[in-house]
């Protein structure tokens, strides 16, 4: 089994703290775990480690303590940014409407030879590449022996803004391997940096750390479009969320609102503006880390964002590493062409894999829902076949999903329980609404296109609003949380319990809390429900 190689150049960060603060550290012999220390002026100092806090003193930090640490490392940059001379550590800082620095977070850098291997193969495919994660995640460290690998067999070149892939000095980490380095002189230029990059160092791979401004996405962008593989990062948690985000979008194609002629609308069964991407992205594969040890793959991001913006999510790749560091890779169900077929009309029966042009079962992908979490409300409520007229059939999908009901969006009338429209659509009496009529299918009339009138809808086809009355079952509660405990904990990024009354949801936090989880609640009564998800 392949071991990581861990080099941190730890004593050089310890060397510029207060010899006391040292001592506690060296104590707690953690090394490997420590992330960073925090100094705060008239607070104590605190270093963080993976699974917890140390205090550092008793004392609170004065500014003689911060301006002794501060003699002791580089100058900061345009950014509040410092390191320490051929190391890989980062001190950033915190300033008073004085300019002073009042506060500063010694970063622990770290070079992990090996991290890169469970995504070895995507690196070398020469795809562009945009790992995502939230801050502290390990992002860096595992761009960094990117850039080792593909230095190995081609022409890289990093673009460093805060010197946080090869460290801090003109002479680049060794853990960056034959890979070269251009420095930018303040982060508003990183932009310019990245085009000077291309232009004048002939690289076939540019490497480049947190993609955060629009011109950014832009000059990444120009240069996917030159032929050359980028390897880059970005703050984030789901390709969900870079959607959503207004200056970063384009990275995977970016979202525009289409008008519909009418007949397409009508054939769609959905409103006449939708949601379509934008632009081919710029990156073809999007690596979502969860944590250090897992990771969710979009193989191809045009084709995750079209069946996205279209409500039917495509199913993504998993890759974890045991215990033992063994490497498990679990491929989704759907692969990516056929999925994008199921966006067209097509759809995953139960149980079978087969296909054909029926319903379309809202089953989410395993990362956003477990049909497993809400089997015990589904042992309650009768599976529907829900068939929209006119009505938005993304956001009737989404409610349904945030409700966790045993609900099917249907394409053929002849299957439908329950039939839904709109008010202005049910008075033109439409060959659809008299054919439900004449099949004696029930008919709920929304007032509007909006989620809250779908989830009114929903609550009253389930029933929802009459179960709050019924004696609390406490282990099949207790089954439930345990249930989505335990998705979580396996990687899921939440999972959302079915709706319950305030007192349920009191027991389920309290058991989310027990299991070191976060939970929150979402929704108006009587739908509202708990969400349980890792911080």
Do not use: C
């Given at each position: ?397 989404e409610a349904i999903r945030r409700l966790g009901l045993p609900a099917n969006v249907v394409r053929d009338l002849q299957e439908a329980d329950v039939f839904i429209t ?85 027991i389920q936090h309290e058991l989310a809390r027990e299991a070191d989880l976060t939970s929150h609640s979402y929704g108006k009564e009587p739908n509202r429900h708990v ?5």
């Open positions: 089994m392949k071991q990581n190689n861990i080099t941190d150049d730890l004593p050089a960060l310890l060397s510029v703290l207060p010899s006391e603060f040292t001592r506690v550290l060296n104590h707690e012999n953690q090394s490997n775990d420590l992330l960073e220390i925090i100094m705060d002026l008239g607070r104590i100092p605190v270093a963080r480690y993976i699974d917890h806090e140390l205090d550092l003193s008793d004392k609170e930090i004065t500014h003689e303590v911060i301006a002794n640490v501060v003699s002791r490392i580089g100058e900061f940059d345009g950014d509040n940014r410092a390191g320490i001379e051929r190391t890989l550590h980062r001190i950033s800082a915190i300033r008073n409407k004085k300019n002073d620095v009042i506060g500063l977070t010694l970063r622990v850098g770290r070079a992990v030879y090996g991290t890169i291997d469970i995504i070895e193969d995507l690196i070398k495919s020469e795809k562009s590449i945009l790992l995502l994660g939230r801050p502290g995640i390990g992002k860096t460290t595992m761009l960094r022996e990117a850039a080792r690998i593909r230095a190995e067999n081609s022409r890289v070149v990093i673009v460093d803004t805060s010197n946080e892939i090869g460290g801090d000095g003109d002479v680049p980490h060794p853990a960056v391997g034959r890979a070269r380095r251009m420095q930018v002189s303040n982060p508003s230029f990183q932009h310019e940096v990245m085009i000077e990059a291309v232009e004048n160092h002939n690289p076939e791979v540019i490497v480049i750390d947190e993609i955060g401004r629009e011109l950014e996405a832009l000059a990444a962008r120009t240069i996917a479009e030159r032929g050359v593989q980028l390897i880059a990062t970005a703050h984030g948690r789901t390709l969900e969320n870079l959607l959503l985000n207004p200056t970063l979008s384009d990275l995977v194609g970016g979202i525009e609102a289409v008008t519909l002629s009418d007949e397409e609308a009508r054939r769609r069964g959905t409103q006449k503006t939708v949601l379509e991407r934008r632009s081919p992205p710029t990156f073809d594969v999007l690596i979502e880390i969860q944590d250090r040890k897992q990771l969710v793959i979009h193989p191809d991001v045009a084709a995750a964002v079209d069946a996205l913006v279209r409500g039917y999510p495509l199913e993504p790749e998993v890759r974890s590493r045991d215990k033992s560091g063994k490497i498990h890779i679990q491929q989704p169900q759907v692969h990516t062409e056929t999925a994008l077929q199921q966006s067209q009309g097509l759809r995953r029966q139960n149980g079978n894999g087969t296909y054909g042009k029926q319903e379309h079962q809202v089953a989410y992908p395993a990362k956003t829902y477990t049909p497993a979490v809400v089997k015990e409300s589904q042992s309650l409520l009768p599976s529907m076949n829900i068939y929209p007229f006119g009505v938005a059939r993304n956001r009737l999908i709109l008010k202005s659509y049910y008075r033109s009496r439409q060959k659809p609404i008299v054919m439900a009529e004449e099949k004696s299918i029930p008919i709920y009339v929304l007032r509007a296109n909006s989620e809250n009138q779908m989830e009114q809808a929903l609550a009253e086809i389930f029933r929802l609003s009459g179960s709050s009355g019924k004696p609390l079952n406490y282990d099949r509660i207790s089954q439930e949380v345990k249930n989505a405990i335990d998705a979580v904990q396996a990687g899921k990024h939440w999972v959302d319990l079915a709706p319950a009354s305030a007192k349920v949801r009191r969400r349980i998800f890792r911080e």
